[in-house]
């Protein structure tokens, strides 16, 4: 005869994992999308805007701009600009101590930039950056002990949504579509 007190259909009362591992899977749960943020979409986006920033120096290098005074400073400082996005970029993907103060570099000059010219969008993504890289948990993500904490947990994994990787494809698709149309109307 049972004791009245098993009930089968009763979730288990206790955790199946060990009190240390299961703190070490909390904190990774934690800042699992934090770490998916730091290691893809802050390096794709800023890929992204190097590879821009890179071809606009190039363009105005060849349109004689450097001619004049303040032009031959923006065709010097672009370029640099262009490496420092990519250095943070990789840094970020690698979830180095020291990309955090590249990206808020970075994303400073960038949103001063924005900001100057009015760019809506470039002021809402480098503004994300800058909040989302100085916060508490991207602090966390970016300490070297939380290395430790990832290779404990490597079966934890944060699943992009569909919806943004269908944006993305759509935004990458319409990018080329211009750059195609821009090509052969020459």
Do not use: C
């Amino acid at each position: 005869m049972k004791p009245p007190d098993l009930n089968p259909y009763q979730p288990p009362s206790a955790s199946p994992v060990s009190g240390a591992d299961s703190r070490v899977e909390q904190d990774r749960a934690i800042h699992l999308k934090t770490e998916s943020s730091l290691k893809i979409g802050i390096p794709a986006v800023l890929i992204l805007t190097a590879l821009i920033v890179g071809f606009l120096s190039f363009g105005l290098s060849r349109s004689g701009i450097s001619v004049l005074p303040l032009g031959s400073v923006i065709v010097f400082l672009l370029p640099i600009m262009s490496l420092g996005m990519i250095a943070a970029a990789v840094g970020s993907a690698m979830l180095a101590p020291w990309s955090r103060w590249m990206i808020t570099a970075v994303s400073a000059a960038m949103l001063l930039i924005s900001l100057l010219s009015i760019n809506l969008i470039g002021i809402g993504v480098f503004t994300y950056f800058l909040v989302l890289v100085n916060g508490r948990k991207a602090s966390r993500v970016l300490r070297s002990d939380y290395r430790a904490v990832i290779a404990a947990t490597p079966h934890m994994r944060y699943k992009t949504p569909k919806g943004p990787v269908i944006a993305l494809v759509v935004l990458l698709l319409v990018l080329a579509a211009i750059i195609w149309w821009g090509i052969a109307s020459r």
